[in-house]
């Protein structure tokens, strides 16, 4: 019920909420704080936050991030976690945020240098598998070179090609299905077409858990998505209900940088496709449900901005297509060079419909 009131800007009952509970958590109380308080009040909980070893600055670095679309303050937040009197798992967990909150801002150069920073922390995981899902974003500008090197360390690696034990966790079982998920994708993004559907193929022929088959089966179907996209054709293949993921691969921690399994990239590609084939309330819908709850979901609010303005410009509300707009053009303002032109095309717009 917080979540649904934040989302709806409905502060003050937010805000009632928070303070019933017990032991309020320091994230929700910061993100209130940004919401709603002055500068003072701004700074006096961020002092709190400097003080705290936990993860709740990353977790409402999070918050500020989705709900507040505040891109500066989600890093000076998160950045309070790479404090060296902070425990080694948390200062790496805010270091890969950052690289994940740069992806938010269009910035694969910068997110790039943010992972390898986490690389050569102490007590960091394998980042192998978040660089490559971050790389095959369909809306990133990513260099080849880039894509090649990550594309040849992903396949050089063994991961998930040794059988997991038996009553390890669903995702860990799932790695090798994962791993050419991933691959595919990559090859979709270097016009690979033949190799990515290879890797769709063999995903398909993967023994893999069977409450998991309908996940599997999404992971293929994902891969052939990106190659229709790339190649300009429309499909109908609609991704995996949210009810047909196991929760297991759902559920996870409120300091979670990445869920696997859970299909955001396919439900970006579908968006696409309905509005090409100008399905714009279904599209619409899809933009609304799609991504909510999803750690990844800051990723994708600039390109689910940017897609609402121009499917709200087809249906002629000239006003809820000028708020899209304005909205990407600062969620990006700062992004790549390669982005650029989009940035610009959506001020041309601004211009254009404010007429």
Not at 9 to 16: F, K
Not at 75 to 89: G, H, I, T
Not at 238 to 260: H, K, Y
Not at 268 to 285: D, F, G, I, S, T
């Amino acid at each position: 019920m917080w979540d649904l009131a934040v989302r709806e800007d409905d502060y003050a009952a937010a805000t009632s909420m928070v303070s019933r509970l017990k032991s309020p958590p320091p994230s929700m109380q910061i993100l209130l704080t940004f919401a709603r308080g002055d500068s003072a009040s701004r700074a006096a909980i961020v002092e709190r936050a400097r003080n705290l070893d936990s993860r709740q600055s990353q977790i409402a670095a999070r918050y500020v991030a989705t709900f507040i679309q505040d891109f500066a303050a989600a890093e000076s937040l998160a950045r309070l976690d790479l404090q060296s009197r902070r425990s080694p798992a948390i200062r790496v967990g805010a270091q890969i945020f950052l690289a994940w909150l740069e992806l938010a801002r269009g910035r694969w150069s910068a997110s790039k240098a943010a992972f390898a920073a986490a690389e050569r922390m102490e007590e960091r995981s394998p980042l192998l598998a978040q660089r490559a899902m971050a790389a095959s974003l369909p809306f990133l500008a990513v260099p080849r070179s880039d894509l090649e090197s990550i594309r040849a360390e992903l396949a050089a690696s063994n991961s998930g090609a040794e059988a997991a034990e038996p009553d390890a966790g669903l995702a860990v079982r799932l790695q090798p299905q994962l791993r050419l998920y991933l691959l595919g994708l990559l090859s979709a993004r270097l016009g690979d077409q033949p190799g990515a559907a290879q890797f769709a193929a063999e995903i398909d022929r993967t023994e893999g858990p069977r409450e998991a088959r309908d996940v599997i089966r999404g992971l293929a179907q994902t891969v052939r998505a990106d190659v229709a996209a790339q190649s300009g054709r429309i499909v109908t293949t609609r991704p995996a209900d949210q009810g047909a993921i196991p929760l297991e691969l759902v559920s996870v921690r409120a300091f979670a940088n990445v869920r696997e399994y859970t299909m955001e990239h396919a439900r970006y590609l579908h968006v696409v496709q309905l509005r090409a084939k100008e399905q714009h309330n279904e599209a619409l819908r899809w933009i609304e449900t799609s991504f909510q709850g999803s750690p990844s979901e800051m990723v994708y609010l600039a390109p689910m901005q940017l897609l609402q303005a121009e499917i709200y410009e087809r249906l002629g509300e000239r006003q809820k297509a000028l708020e899209h707009y304005r909205r990407f053009v600062s969620l990006w303002r700062d992004c790549d060079a390669a982005l650029r032109p989009r940035v610009e095309e959506a001020e041309a717009a601004i211009v254009r419909l404010a007429r």
